[in-house]
């Protein structure tokens, strides 16, 4: 119960849930996802982080940049039946609907001025 009860919280955030809609649609580094959504980095790092122990993200680094990704829930059964419900939950939502249409003017190279 505790794995499904993590879980349940990670995912009990409107920003950890506007985190992994984005995640859905590209692999994003942290400079990105804070320019989505529009909240201070040391909390997209946080988010991060919860949704990661949950086993919702993962990261790899690639030289300069650490991406953000969503998982496939391999590694637990509330992941995986979850995030296959997520790919359709919101996708008439206003808010989120706007957010995804954002995503292609964000790009790692103009907002971390890294590469």
């Known amino acids: 119960m505790n794995e499904f009860i993590k879980v349940m919280k990670a995912l009990s955030d409107p920003n950890r849930v506007k ?67 997520m790919r359709h939950w919101l996708s008439e939502d206003t808010e989120i609907k706007r957010l995804l249409d954002r995503l292609n003017e964000i790009q790692r190279e103009d907002i971390c001025k890294k590469g």
């Open 19 to 85: 985190i992994i809609k984005i995640l859905q649609k590209r692999v994003m580094c942290v400079c990105e996802i804070q320019a989505a959504i529009g909240i201070a980095q040391p909390t997209i790092s946080k988010h991060l982080k919860v949704l990661e122990e949950a086993g919702l993200v993962s990261h790899r680094k690639d030289g300069l940049w650490v991406n953000y990704s969503i998982t496939d829930g391999a590694r637990s059964p509330y992941v995986a039946s979850l995030m296959g419900h």
